[in-house]
């Protein structure tokens, strides 16, 4: 398995687990499909992406630094 490979698997992971909780949170309050809870479905799959972009930047700083 390439790094590239794993990467991905573990951030489909870890996006597809908090879709998850956000789904069972959403049932639990009563199941309704609003703007709020869509949004909140889609940012599950995008934070993990802001992570791994801080993450780059700050290894790229401490390599010039």
């Known amino acids: 398995m390439t790094l590239t490979a ?10 597809l687990r ?5 789904l069972r949170e ?3 309050n009563g199941g309704r ?4 809870r869509a949004l909140g479905l889609l940012l ?3 934070w993990p992406l ?3 972009g801080t ?6 700083e401490r390599e010039i630094g």
């Open 55 to 60: 993450l780059v930047v700050a290894y790229q």
């Open 26 to 28: 959403g049932e639990e």
């Open 50 to 52: 802001a992570l791994a």
């Open 18 to 22: 908090f879709v998850d909780c956000s």
């Open 6 to 15: 794993f990467l991905m698997a573990f951030y489909t992971f870890i996006a």
């Open 33 to 36: 499909w609003d703007l709020d």
């Open 44 to 46: 599950c799959l995008a």
